[in-house]
């Protein structure tokens, strides 16, 4: 009877394991191994007025994050996430740069973009453009967004969108997401290893 006892103890006790591995994996991200990697390619403008493209950032690392500015709670809370990584990346954080690509660009003008991202910090750039270059530069990120109707919204409308946050090389390759409520400690714990 002992044996059975022990036995279905420790099925329990790797199955928990297991389990605790798997959460841990998914709540840092995915690595490129696990979804072949890919080259993300868009034009757009940044919160200076300056047409920009992805080889714009080939001089060190990336990270990615689609949102937009009348954004609630995902947006504000991962660019001020983005502000801590910055800060704990200390020496190392000029080979980083934190960008914010809108996916409301009716209302994510240049000079509304300019004054939301440096209101978080001075390193994050704010990209937006036409309709047309938002959907290209999504599609690129193979990142969800969409356009929803809500009376209580600005303008009667909010946008859906993904939240994770993409880290891109200095080659331009995406390397890994990082889930939303991936702590900054975390985030800057992993880039450390990279850069």
């Known amino acids: 009877m002992k044996v059975i006892r022990y036995t279905l103890w420790g099925a329990a006790l790797i199955a928990l394991v297991v389990a605790a591995v798997h959460q841990y994996s998914h709540f840092l991200g995915t ?18 007025g300056e047409t920009v493209s992805e080889a714009n950032y080939r001089d060190g690392w990336a ?11 995902i947006c504000p809370t991962t660019l001020a996430e983005f502000a801590d990584v910055m800060d ?24 509304n973009l300019a004054k ?26 193979k990142v969800y967004f969409e356009r929803i109707p809500q009376d209580t919204a600005p303008d009667g409308y909010t946008m859906g969108h993904a939240s994770a946050v993409y880290l891109i090389s200095p080659e331009g390759n995406f390397v890994r997401t990082y889930q939303f409520g991936t702590s900054p400690e975390m985030i800057v714990e992993d880039l450390k290893t990279r850069i």
Do not use: M, W
């Not at 690595?31 to 919160?47: A, C, K, R, Y």
């Not at 990270?63 to 709670?73: A, Q, R, S, W």
């Not at 939301?116 to 990120?141: N, R």
């Open 63 to 73: 990270l990615v994050f689609f949102g937009f500015t009348n954004c609630p709670d």
């Open 88 to 111: 704990g990346l200390g020496d190392t954080a000029d080979q980083l740069t934190p960008i914010f690509i809108t996916v409301d660009p009716e209302r994510d003008r240049v000079e």
């Open 31 to 48: 690595d490129s191994e696990e979804v072949n990697g890919f080259q993300p390619i868009f034009t757009l403008v940044n919160h200076r």
């Open 116 to 141: 939301y991202v440096s209101a978080f910090h001075p390193s994050i750039v704010g990209l937006t453009g036409t309709d047309q270059q938002i959907a290209d530069a999504a599609k690129s990120f």
